[in-house]
């Protein structure tokens, strides 16, 4: 057992906090350059810098976020008036996460197919980002459908390494966030996702057993189970709501404190609806706390709105408070359609 464990379980219930989330803010290099590029927002370090500022200085942010996820050039870059972003953080009572998986590379003989590196060096950069403050991590798996995919090769690849990491995170003090993710790409159906999620989960939760991590300090981040973006036949809500909580019920024990859902490229509003019918209907039957670490579904619209102008920091700042209050309110089953015409005035 880890040392940590104490701990572990007390910084995996204060993620899970209810009515909040967790916000994904741990973009790398490249993924928040190729944001920055479509609003031509220089790609620079110091904007990047200047955004992430934007987004913890945000006035009462921790009214619905418990904690942020970081990337590694993040976590060491302070506000322009020079505080370090971690103690801006600690002060905000922002719980300190970090990314860090090194990226989702082509596995080997099996075209198409992602395995997600990270692992060699681990231990020392979770010592360091634990001295650094930082108390859960990420690593992000990417399980794509099509014909042929997934390949059991890259379940299990992919599945063992994430439970590597895990197993070093609980040793290390950092509770580990699990996170497959079954790409939304393609023109599957509601039905197909819930078959690949269903078999993903099940390799997961095996590998997770066999390296020893203990299931009650961890947090699951799946996507929902949902059809292809280019489905001729989407599913509705109450279908992703519905095989999404079937699933999770049939793989993720009881133990797991919680799940926190990615968007995974579905819109604001299917993104806040999906996790508001999940909590509204079911959460009476969910032995875990449900809730969102979104990245897009929270921030695009404030990032749409900065645009790298920085006179328009204090109204993307309403727009991405706006949106962790309503995400908040879904993990309570509260969300209303009434609560997104309350958007901010802006100046
Ligand atoms: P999205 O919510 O934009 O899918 O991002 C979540 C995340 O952390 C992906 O790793």
Redesign the pocket.
Request: proline share 4%.
């Given at each position: 057992m880890s040392s940590y464990a104490e701990e572990l379980r007390a910084t995996a219930q204060a993620m899970m906090a209810p009515g909040k989330g967790i916000l994904?803010m741990?973009e790398s290099h490249s993924t928040c350059n190729q944001r920055f590029e479509k609003l031509g927002i220089p790609t620079t370090e110091e904007r990047r810098r200047a955004y992430r500022e934007l987004i913890l200085t945000t006035p009462k942010l921790s009214d619905f976020i418990s904690g942020a996820?970081l990337y590694d050039e993040t976590i060491r870059q302070s506000s322009q008036a020079g505080l370090p972003f971690t103690q801006m953080m600690q002060a905000a009572g922002l719980i300190i996460g970090i990314k860090v998986d090194t990226g989702a590379k082509d596995l080997a003989a099996c075209a198409g197919e992602k395995v997600t590196e990270g692992l060699d060096g681990l231990r020392e950069r979770i010592a360091e980002y634990y001295q650094m403050g930082a108390r859960f991590a990420?690593w992000?798996a990417v399980i794509t459908i099509g014909s042929q995919m997934p390949s059991l090769t890259c379940l299990e690849a992919n599945a063992h390494a994430l439970a590597r990491y895990a197993a070093l995170c609980q040793e290390g003090g950092l509770v580990p966030i699990v996170?497959p993710?079954v790409l939304i790409d393609g023109n599957h159906s509601i039905q197909r996702c819930d078959e690949v999620t269903d078999q993903t989960l099940q390799v997961v939760f095996s590998q997770l057993r066999l390296q020893k991590v203990a299931l009650d300090q961890m947090v699951l981040?799946p996507s929902m189970v949902i059809s292809g973006q280019d489905c001729a036949q989407p599913a509705s809500v109450e279908q992703v709501a519905e095989f999404t909580v079937n699933c999770l019920r049939r793989n993720v024990p009881a133990t797991v404190p919680g799940i926190a859902f990615?968007?995974?490229?579905q819109s604001n509003l299917q993104?806040s609806q999906h996790l508001n019918l999940i909590n509204a209907q079911y959460a009476d039957r969910l032995p875990w706390r449900v809730t969102f670490?979104?990245?897009?579904?929270i921030q695009q619209t404030a990032l749409e709105h900065w645009a790298g102008n920085d006179a328009q920091i204090p109204a993307a700042q309403q727009l991405l408070y706006h949106r962790a209050k309503l995400n908040g309110a879904a993990s309570l089953g509260q969300y209303s359609a009434e609560m997104e015409q309350q958007q901010p005035v802006l100046a």
């Amino acid at each position: 057992m880890s040392s940590y464990a104490e701990e572990l379980r007390a910084t995996a219930q204060a993620m899970m906090a209810p009515g909040k989330g967790i916000l994904a803010m741990d973009e790398s290099h490249s993924t928040c350059n190729q944001r920055f590029e479509k609003l031509g927002i220089p790609t620079t370090e110091e904007r990047r810098r200047a955004y992430r500022e934007l987004i913890l200085t945000t006035p009462k942010l921790s009214d619905f976020i418990s904690g942020a996820i970081l990337y590694d050039e993040t976590i060491r870059q302070s506000s322009q008036a020079g505080l370090p972003f971690t103690q801006m953080m600690q002060a905000a009572g922002l719980i300190i996460g970090i990314k860090v998986d090194t990226g989702a590379k082509d596995l080997a003989a099996c075209a198409g197919e992602k395995v997600t590196e990270g692992l060699d060096g681990l231990r020392e950069r979770i010592a360091e980002y634990y001295q650094m403050g930082a108390r859960f991590a990420k690593w992000r798996a990417v399980i794509t459908i099509g014909s042929q995919m997934p390949s059991l090769t890259c379940l299990e690849a992919n599945a063992h390494a994430l439970a590597r990491y895990a197993a070093l995170c609980q040793e290390g003090g950092l509770v580990p966030i699990v996170e497959p993710e079954v790409l939304i790409d393609g023109n599957h159906s509601i039905q197909r996702c819930d078959e690949v999620t269903d078999q993903t989960l099940q390799v997961v939760f095996s590998q997770l057993r066999l390296q020893k991590v203990a299931l009650d300090q961890m947090v699951l981040k799946p996507s929902m189970v949902i059809s292809g973006q280019d489905c001729a036949q989407p599913a509705s809500v109450e279908q992703v709501a519905e095989f999404t909580v079937n699933c999770l019920r049939r793989n993720v024990p009881a133990t797991v404190p919680g799940i926190a859902f990615l968007s995974g490229g579905q819109s604001n509003l299917q993104a806040s609806q999906h996790l508001n019918l999940i909590n509204a209907q079911y959460a009476d039957r969910l032995p875990w706390r449900v809730t969102f670490s979104y990245a897009r579904a929270i921030q695009q619209t404030a990032l749409e709105h900065w645009a790298g102008n920085d006179a328009q920091i204090p109204a993307a700042q309403q727009l991405l408070y706006h949106r962790a209050k309503l995400n908040g309110a879904a993990s309570l089953g509260q969300y209303s359609a009434e609560m997104e015409q309350q958007q901010p005035v802006l100046a």
